[in-house]
T-cell receptor
């Protein structure tokens, strides 16, 4: 069964460093997302991406964040200068179509720890 | 703005008993409702969804959910719980068609006791 894959599964970084979280969406999907889950809190939307551009972003997704689809398979989230409060589980997701009733498929997540 | 409420942080149920995990929502338009499950150290797995039509929807692993428009609820149910159902369950909603964000509830931890 096709699945969304994320690497690394766990990343520890020092405050102020740049990190890149990587995702390979399901191959025939066209819509890509990043969500995050701070420990013990709800899953929050960060950004959606379609046709090589951002469709929508939340207030969390400030200038420190960027997304890119560098090739035909990868989808990355970059945090330029990490802060302690960026520590969270980051989930990549993809969906096939643009109807509201289309479910998103999530990856296993990358646990980011900023020290 | 759309929102989802899961009023219970924790639900405990004995194996073999029916289970219900509650979810209520608030949207401005017609809702698209989803349930996801998260096992320890795993991602979110899609369970089921309601778009339109029959108010009772069936999903993976024997789960079902009932859409109730008047009560703005979408409770997750299973007739007979298994220990392996123990996990964190999230309800989510969209109120617009298209590539729009899912809004999640805070999650309910289900513990099924043998």
């Amino acid at each position: 069964e096709p699945e969304v894959t994320q690497t690394p599964s766990h990343q520890v970084t020092q405050m102020g460093q740049e990190v890149i979280l990587r995702c390979v969406p399901i191959s025939n999907h066209l819509y890509f997302y990043w969500y995050r889950q701070i420990l013990g809190q709800k899953v929050e939307f960060l950004v959606s991406f379609y046709n090589n551009e951002i469709s929508e972003k939340s207030e969390i997704f400030d200038d420190q964040f960027s997304v890119e689809r560098p090739d035909g398979s990868n989808f990355t989230l970059k945090i330029r200068s990490t802060k302690l409060e960026d520590s969270a589980m980051y989930f990549c997701a993809s969906s096939e179509a643009r109807t509201g009733g289309t479910e998103a498929f999530f990856g296993q997540g990358t646990r980011l720890t900023v020290v | 703005a759309q929102s989802v409420a899961q009023p219970e942080d924790q639900v405990n149920v004995a194996e073999g008993n029916p289970l219900t995990v509650k979810c209520t929502y608030s949207v401005s338009g017609n809702p698209y409702l989803f349930w996801y499950v998260q096992y320890p150290n795993r991602g979110l797995q899609f369970l089921l969804k309601y778009i339109t039509g029959d108010n009772l929807v069936k999903g993976s692993y024997g789960f079902e959910a009932e859409f109730n428009k008047s009560q703005t609820s979408f409770h997750l149910k299973k007739p007979s719980a298994l220990v392996s159902d123990s996990a964190l369950y999230f309800c989510a909603v969209r109120d617009r068609p298209g590539n729009t964000p899912l809004v999640f509830g805070k999650g309910t931890r289900l513990s099924v006791i043998a």
